[in-house]
């Protein structure tokens, strides 16, 4: 008797499915919730290289911009990336074959936590450096707006990325050649260990967008609904011709800024109250409303999420990290 393995979704497959249904949009949520928390874990066991930055929290932001864009679209985002790449369709294996080093990664195990990149949906490789991501996700637009099709690129970026020079030059240029780009601020309230009313003199950085000229929208980044329509209109304006616009998203991690990282320099009751406001709770309760959804599916989709997670985590310790060979060998189109 042949056994045949189960079928694995293709990143197109994945990401065309993520668009096409709402239950799908809250179970990339969910996978990317789970991931991340095992990724933390696997660090406290050594088996994560160099470190990794989780996005607990932020799910409404990386699965709207995914369920507003196309795979022809390009995205450049950050080394808080995993849950971005997740929601473009990279595949569970490669994403977190990628982060723990292994040859089944999306870099070949090459690039680590901090980048990941899968041309086929658009993730442009992301970026360890706070603030690169801009000026590219601009290079990106200027590629399309030359090559003259519609696409758009869309550059993911967070609060403190707002005060480093690429973010200035990035969408003064943009502006000024009316570039097809969307720059997305992830305001998760924190840049590494400071709070952002230490090193940010304006309550919303959507209000920068007007010292070049171009629309700036304040978002709620806890509700996926809200991420999409706005990401997605703004796109269709990019995608007309009509230049680029600025997304702040105001959300909140979890997480400290980095691996081990407790965050104790958080006041009391912050985290809490954020809580309050989980969007995968808001994202699962509102379905629940409108009957698109029972209670009981929402728990068989984390179950299955959990179990989905473990299987990946097997077939991605089951990969060899690089050889000596692969890490000296010339880099590829492909990034492999
Ligand atoms: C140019 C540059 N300066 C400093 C750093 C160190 N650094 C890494 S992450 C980070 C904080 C960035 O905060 P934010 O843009 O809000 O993104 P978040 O980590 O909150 O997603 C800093 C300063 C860096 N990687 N690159
Ligand atoms: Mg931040």
Redesign the pocket.
Known sequence: MSVTAPQLQSPRERRASLQASRSERYARMVEIRLMEERVLALFGEGLIPGTT?TSQGQEAVCVGIAAATRPTDTVAC?Y?GHGMALSLGVTREAVLGEILGRQIGCMGGLGGSMHLSDPRVGLLPTF????AGIPIGAGAALTAQVLGNDDVAVSV?????SN?GAFHEGLNLASIWKLPVVFVC?N?Q???YTRIDRTTPVADIAVRAASYGIPGEVVDGQDIDAVEETVGRVVARARRGDGPTLVEAKTY?YAG?SRSDKATYRPAGELDQWLERDPITLFGEKLVAEGALDRARLEEIKAQAASDLERTLEVVLASPPPTEQQMMAPPTATGR
């Open positions: 930055h950050t808080r360890a450096i706070v603030g970026f967070g609060d403190g990325a480093i992830e998760n924190y840049g590494e991690r800024h």
